[in-house]
């Protein structure tokens, strides 16, 4: 695939310097309107500054960026270690340099995304929504579709082009919003000495107001004509990856008769979710979308895939629901020929409840303790809770709040005399139950155990101590 990265960063390039143009020659329409005769190289100087403080905050903090927009906290794998699993063997299967950092999305909705300028500090973001209603190959799928972006260089196009287009965006409606408020271009045309110079500068204005109209919607044409086939490439990628086109599609399937809202989501990063998360409040996704190829069609040529799981089987299927001769993988990847047989479903149960749990999940990402009472309720305690002790409000038992316990001083000298003295003694948790469970660290801070939590220690993000997990559920 190495053919379609290097004319992914081509492409990248041009849009970028397309888009550039684009915010510079508005600079000069609307500085040409505001100061003229002059104004119009002064109007370039300053969207030209724009342009280079906007490329070096995409390059530097573009992914924060777009992470923080949508709330996206990032998370340990004890909050949901299957995640963690799908990503660490994806990252395998892509060869990617180093695992991308995992992010949940607090929201009911089902969607994804990824972020990054490279494969070494790249981010996958998912809903807790996505993770408490997909099955293993369907969250499989889903982070597959995520690393294609990411080893594809999907991902560097789509932060500097949203940063972009976010910024052409703005200054368009600033300035169409400045006119309005200041009574047109009228009182501006005004000002101009002569008849010869209200002309020019009635048609200044008329050019200025037109491509603060026509400028976004340049902008966004040029970002989305490409960002529909990106969206097909990470299928393919996925496909290969997974060997289980039918993970894909019945994710694809879900998502698209999901009708929850990801509120946060701006026009700007709109397209680097798997689906198009902009639609009718409390509606289905609708196929006639600008950002992204229509999903019914996506899910049909993933379905339609047979014989294997490789790149020319994609082809293959895409050409016959499509019924055209569009090549949409690049010759590197058709020539490789391998075989690559699909693989059968993994055989998991599915959860009891397991819709219940999203809002389970939501709460630990955002640090909340997990408590459960002697009369069988589950006590969700706010982080911001700092006494020892909570009543449960259904039955009145006085509850201690867990924290971890000092291991046996005996395991400790163990250890120095082994020569690795610890920095921190080290803790027990005794685990009673299936469940979500919470405890205190010595440092304070509350861990996580969810209901697939399967290790036998959990090292806390805040101190670095580790602390042994014993399951006392079956003693």
Same mark, same amino acid.
């Given at each position: ?14 849009? =970028? ?206 970002? =989305? ?63 006639? %979308? ?93 982080? *911001? ?11 009145? %038992? ?15 000298? *163990? ?61």
């Amino acid at each position: 695939m190495w053919e379609l990265i290097a004319q992914n960063r081509r492409r990248s390039w041009w849009l =970028f310097l397309a888009m550039g143009a684009l915010l510079i020659g508005l600079g000069y329409a609307i500085g040409a309107t505001y100061a003229p005769p002059n104004g119009g190289v002064g109007g370039m100087i300053v969207a030209g500054i724009v342009w280079l403080v906007l490329s070096l905050i995409s390059y530097s903090s573009g992914a924060s960026i777009m992470l923080n927009s949508v709330g996206a906290k990032e998370v340990t794998p004890d909050i949901h270690p299957q995640l963690f699993n799908v990503v660490e063997e994806m990252k395998i299967a892509a060869a990617l340099p180093k695992m991308p950092k995992v992010y949940v999305i607090d929201s009911p909705a089902l969607n994804a995304f990824a972020t990054g300028m490279k494969p070494e500090n790249s981010a996958i973001a998912v809903t807790a929504g996505l993770l408490s209603r997909m099955n293993r190959d369907e969250l499989q799928g889903v982070v597959a579709h995520e690393t294609g972006h990411i080893t594809n260089r999907d991902v560097q196009f789509v932060t500097f082009a949203g940063v972009m287009l976010g910024a052409i965006v703005i200054i368009s409606e600033i300035f169409l919003r400045g006119l309005w408020y200041s009574g047109g271009s009228g009182r501006r045309l005004g000002s101009s000495r002569g008849k010869s110079g209200g002309q020019g500068g009635a048609i200044i204005a008329v050019a200025a107001v037109v491509l603060a109209i026509l400028a976004p919607i340049m902008a966004r044409l040029l970002y =989305f004509a490409i960002s529909r086939r990106r969206e097909y490439l990470a299928d393919a990628t996925a496909v290969r990856l997974t060997r289980y086109p039918e993970g894909l599609a019945s994710a694809l399937e879900k998502i698209a008769n999901s009708t929850e809202d990801l509120p946060k989501v701006n026009k700007a990063i709109a397209p680097m979710f798997i689906a198009n998360p902009l639609k009718r409040a409390g509606a289905k996704l609708s196929d006639l %979308t600008s950002t992204h190829p229509p999903i019914s069609q996506r899910i049909r040529i993933l379905r339609s895939i047979a014989g294997g799981s490789g790149y020319l089987e994609y082809q293959s299927a895409f050409n016959a629901v499509r019924g055209k001769g569009e090549r949409i993988l690049p010759n590197s990847a058709l020539d490789q020929n391998e075989a690559v047989p699909i693989r059968p479903p993994a055989a998991e149960p599915k959860p009891s409840g397991q819709r219940r749990d999203v809002n389970d999940i939501v709460r630990a990402v955002n640090g909340f303790l997990f408590l459960n009472c002697a009369c069988g309720l589950k006590m969700k305690v706010p982080p *911001e809770y700092q006494k020892p002790t909570v009543t449960c409000p259904r039955c009145g %038992t006085v509850n201690q709040i867990p924290t971890a316990e000092l291991a046996a001083v005996a395991a400790v000298l *163990e250890t120095q005399r082994a020569g690795a003295a610890p920095e921190q003694p080290g803790q027990v948790y005794r685990r009673r139950g299936s469940g979500w469970e919470s405890f205190r660290c010595g440092c304070g801070r509350t861990l996580q155990l969810s209901p697939a939590f399967a290790g036998d220690q959990i090292t806390c993000s805040n101190c670095g101590r580790v602390t042994a997990i014993e399951d006392t559920k079956d003693a």
